[in-house]
């Protein structure tokens, strides 16, 4: 159908679910714990658990329709409570290949934190991400989401269209924090500290 907008009608209006993590008529991808093999600091935890099962770690719907270069696309993420190792289960995480894209997260449900990482200088913050938080994510920032309590996180992602995922450094590097379970309490460790 063509009409006076730019997108198709379908794009205008969705309907999303925070409780399932589905937004009416686009696909989800589903990450179990199998598909997070190098993502948590303890390998060994990490094997451990995968023999007791593969529990589903994140879903993410997302709306991307074909793109003009001033356009937005968004996901919605739902991440599952549980721990490797004592680390919180997470989101891969990934830079935007357009170094420059800068995201918007909207929490709507849960209790969080984002863990950003400057690609320029290493810095690392941590702040939190939750119902009710929003948190800005700038370009060249290496960015991942962290259920820290013990029901499900839920949150809008919004980004420029062209932004892109590139999930090779992270993949190769990981963060340099990680962020555990220590006395009932999320803590930041230094990956390096984690180990030792
Ligand atoms: C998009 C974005 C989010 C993530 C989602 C899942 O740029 O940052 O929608 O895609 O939090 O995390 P990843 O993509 O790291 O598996
Ligand atoms: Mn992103």
Known sequence: MTGIFAL?????TSRFDVAT?????????????ADLRGCFADA????????????????????????????LHYGLAVVHPGRVGGEY???????HQWREAAEIYL????????????????ETRLVPLGEGHVVYV????AHHTINTAAVPLAYLGVYPAAAGHDY???????????????????????????HA
Do not use: C
Request: a negative charge.
């Open 8 to 12: 198709d009608l379908p794009w205008l």
């Open 21 to 33: 993590g589905a937004i009416d008529g686009v696909p989800s991808v589903q990450r179990y714990l």
């Open 44 to 71: 060994r935890a990490y094997e451990a658990a995968l023999a007791r099962g593969n529990p589903l770690v994140y879903s993410v719907a997302s709306v991307e329709p074909a793109h003009g270069a001033g356009d």
């Open 89 to 95: 289960f997470h989101t891969k995480g990934h830079l």
């Open 107 to 122: 929490g709507l449900a849960g209790e969080g934190a984002m863990l950003l990482e400057s690609e320029r200088t290493g």
């Open 138 to 141: 700038p370009g060249y920032t």
């Open 168 to 194: 090779g450094a992270i993949a190769d590097s990981n963060f340099r924090s990680v962020v555990v379970e220590r006395d009932g309490r999320p803590v930041l460790l230094e990956r390096a500290a984690f």
